[in-house]
Structure formats: structure tokens, C-alpha cells
């Protein structure tokens, strides 16, 4: 079976979604701005086909209210869950509603 290399585009997201240090994390919007896109959707679809997980920790990105977002296509279930475990593995903290806490998001 033949492996897609990434796309430029993809390539510039998972560059940028490296250097989201451990106990941070990033919106989507965020990484959008970093690479010159005005879409956070686009970037969610880019790290929804992540082949480099862990290496690029696209569970450190979240969508702009705090809330989780999505994790590999899943908007709920165990996927989300594995996402939240791994970030409090590594200290980010949540609210009682299930966001993440400001101090966290990169600004």
C-alpha cells in the first residue's frame, strides 16, 4: 500500500502544531494565522489525516471557545476522551464545563 506524502499546506499545520510546547495548546484559528490561512476548518482536516502523531501533537489543538473540538474525525466518544487524557497527562488543566483554562491557550 502506497502512503500519501502530505500536502504543502498540511506540511505548514503540522510544522507549526510541533512547536506547541507540552502543557499548551493552540486554536485552530491560531495555527490558521501562524501559516497565512483564514481557515481553522481547514487546518482541523489537515490534523484529522496526521500520520505523525505524537510526533506532531495535534491533540494539542483546540477550538476557540476552549472546548475540545475534534480528535482523528471524532467530535465525541472515546476519541475525545483519549484527547482530554492526553492533555491532562501533560498538565493542561479544564473548567468544570470541560474547557480548557486560559492560562493553557497561547495567546
Partial sequence: MKIALPTAFQTKVYETVRQVPR????????????????SPR????????????PEVPCHR????????????????GPELKRKRALLEEEGVQFDARGRVLPDHILP
Fill in 23 to 38: 502543557s499548551k495548546v493552540a486554536t485552530y484559528s491560531f495555527v490558521a494565522a501562524r501559516i497565512g490561512c483564514r
Fill in 42 to 53: 481547514a487546518v482541523g482536516q489537515a490534523l484529522r489525516k496526521n500520520p505523525f502523531a
Fill in 61 to 76: 489543538v483546540i477550538a476557540s471557545d476552549g472546548s475540545l473540538g475534534g480528535f482523528f474525525g471524532q467530535t465525541g
